[in-house]
């Protein structure tokens, strides 16, 4: 079975999704097909989500299942997990850390398909000139993640 909780950030209400004791996904619009309650791994997501913007936690420690992704975007969405808190790296470098440095566009497609947002911290990775680009979620959610973290780093 499915479920699914909102919660409120300071960036607006988010969707956690579990099934079968994993983290689904996370992000800012609802997921059909799930029930809608809380169970013990979604208070927990939560509870680490509020850690996260509280500047208490720079690292989730939560089971997560990534299984719909193609081996390319799990390869990119690892590669995401490795950013450390407070930094942020290129499309190029990710690719490049994927082991294919030409595939810079399709980093920017995986991070856009990313299922689990902040957790899996597709918002650290900018544009080769520094600049945000490409945030599925919108920019001033992008720009106000990566201000937490600097506040807090």
Not at 87 to 106: F, M
Not at 112 to 118: F, G, L, Q, S, T
Request: hydrophobic share 40%; charged share 20%; aromatic share 10%.
């Amino acid at each position: 079975m499915k479920y699914i909780c909102s919660y409120a950030t300071p960036v607006g209400p988010v969707f956690i999704a579990e099934e079968n004791g994993f983290i689904t996904s996370l992000g800012f619009s609802a997921v059909t097909g799930a029930e809608n309650r809380e169970t013990a791994l979604l208070r927990q997501a939560a509870d680490q989500l509020e850690e996260y913007f509280a500047g208490r936690r720079q690292t989730f420690d939560l089971p997560l299942d990534t299984t719909p992704g193609t081996p390319f975007q799990k390869a990119v969405w690892a590669a995401l997990t490795d950013i450390p808190y407070g930094q942020t790296r290129s499309y190029r470098d990710i690719a490049s850390a994927v082991g294919n440095p030409k595939a810079c566009r399709a980093v920017g497609m995986a991070n856009n398909k990313n299922p689990i947002v902040i957790i899996i911290p597709c918002h650290r990775v900018i544009g080769a000139n520094g600049s945000l680009v490409g945030y599925g979620s919108g920019l001033d959610k992008k720009t106000a993640l990566l201000e937490l973290e600097q506040k807090y780093k």
